[in-house]
Nanobody, 122 residues
């Protein structure tokens, strides 16, 4: 069982930046691929970005490529999402996920956090 706790969400103006963090309880953090997903009001949850167990493979959705950066720190059992050049359409609840079910980093995942709200004003 893995517990994930997201933090760092908030309100930011368009063009601004935020950094989300996801702290994992697992002592075997390095065994898990990690991902970020988001869900806007009235929409389905969508894949944002994911990083492999080693950190050697990263997959971004086209909508965030070039603006968002994922990283992981195994010493802190934490994965980060640096979000730059934010747009109003990035407004959503952002969820951290751990442990991809299959080989695809885009999901599905076994473990999920509770989410953190990101609101981008125009």
């Amino acid at each position: 069982q893995v517990t994930l706790v997201e933090s760092g969400g908030g309100l930011v103006q368009a063009g601004g930046s935020l950094r989300l963090s996801c702290a994992a309880s697992a002592h075997t953090f390095s065994n898990y691929a990690m991902g970020w997903f988001r869900q806007a009001p009235g929409s389905e949850r969508e894949f944002v970005v994911a990083i492999s167990r080693s950190g050697g493979t990263i997959v971004y959705s086209d909508s965030v490529k070039g603006r968002f950066t994922i990283s992981r720190d195994s010493a802190k059992n934490t994965v980060y999402l640096q979000m730059n050049s934010l747009k109003p359409e990035d407004t959503a609840v952002y969820y951290c996920a751990a442990g991809s079910v299959g080989v695809a980093l885009t999901g599905p995942y076994y473990y999920w956090g509770q989410g953190t709200q990101v609101t981008v004003s125009s």
